[in-house]
């Protein structure tokens, strides 16, 4: 039976394919990124996993590694998080400058279970500098909106609150300024998820 949380949504296809074809490593520093002038990124305000709220402009002068999803996911999202946060350490390890300037994000796509005490309790198993933002459905629908992102609530008999989500799940890096870099394969080692990373890290 097909499951259709299975199928990744990809409203910036284009761009993504371009992103995916160019080669895993470090460049030189002329390189144009892959996923330059794309429209995908823009301001928000939400809220953390702290309660706090918080917006775009908080995160200015740091690039920003950011993953829609939701902690409820059976299996994608928590895999996708699991490189994100190994793809960090790798980087970590290999160049702690370049590590602390990059800020992973995670927003979720499912606000109505994923309250901040479950963030709270989600995101730091995956990475401690990970943050989790949520917000109202509205929010939420206008920031998915924004980065490109597709999610939709998969009907369930009954009203059955197990229900699942399917939404893309591309891993977008963007720049100091909010402009997207790069997608970062989440089909790579963690060492080449930090080589990609370092790659546009300036």
Same mark, same amino acid.
């Given at each position: 039976?097909?499951?259709?949380?299975?199928?990744? %949504?990809?409203?910036?296809?284009?761009?993504?394919?371009?992103?995916?074809? =160019?080669?895993?490593?470090?460049?030189?520093?002329?390189?144009?990124? $892959?996923?330059?002038?794309?429209?995908? =990124?823009?301001? %928000?305000?939400?809220?953390?996993?702290?309660?706090?709220?918080?917006?775009?402009?908080?995160? +200015?002068?740091?690039?920003?590694?950011?993953?829609?999803?939701?902690? %409820?996911?059976? *299996?994608?999202? $928590?895999? *996708?998080?699991? !490189?994100?946060?190994?793809?960090?350490?790798?980087?970590? /390890?290999?160049?702690?400058?370049?590590?602390? !300037?990059?800020? $992973?994000?995670?927003?979720?796509?499912?606000?109505?279970?994923?309250?901040?005490?479950?963030?709270? +309790?989600?995101?730091?198993? %995956?990475?401690?500098?990970?943050?989790?933002?949520?917000?109202?459905?509205?929010?939420? *629908?206008?920031?998915? /909106?924004?980065?490109?992102?597709?999610?939709? /609530?998969? $009907?369930? !008999?009954?009203?059955?609150?197990?229900?699942?989500?399917?939404?893309?799940?591309?891993?977008?890096?963007?720049?100091?300024? =909010?402009?997207?870099?790069?997608?970062?394969?989440? *089909?790579?080692?963690?060492?080449?998820?930090?080589?990609?990373?370092?790659?546009?890290? !300036?």
């Amino acid at each position: 039976m097909n499951n259709p949380y299975r199928n990744r %949504f990809a409203p910036v296809a284009l761009a993504i394919a371009l992103a995916l074809a =160019g080669p895993i490593g470090c460049g030189g520093g002329n390189e144009t990124p $892959p996923l330059a002038g794309a429209r995908i =990124g823009g301001p %928000f305000t939400l809220t953390d996993q702290d309660g706090k709220r918080v917006s775009d402009k908080d995160f +200015a002068g740091k690039y920003r590694l950011v993953y829609f999803g939701y902690t %409820f996911c059976p *299996d994608i999202c $928590p895999t *996708d998080l699991q !490189k994100l946060g190994q793809g960090m350490r790798a980087l970590e /390890k290999d160049d702690a400058a370049a590590a602390e !300037k990059i800020q $992973p994000i995670f927003i979720s796509i499912d606000p109505a279970r994923d309250t901040p005490a479950i963030l709270k +309790a989600y995101v730091p198993a %995956f990475h401690p500098r990970l943050i989790g933002l949520t917000g109202t459905q509205a929010e939420i *629908d206008a920031v998915a /909106k924004e980065y490109a992102v597709f999610h939709a /609530k998969v $009907p369930t !008999k009954d009203g059955n609150p197990n229900y699942l989500m399917n939404h893309s799940t591309q891993m977008v890096l963007f720049d100091p300024n =909010g402009a997207p870099l790069a997608l970062i394969p989440q *089909d790579k080692s963690p060492a080449e998820m930090a080589a990609e990373m370092k790659r546009w890290v !300036k």
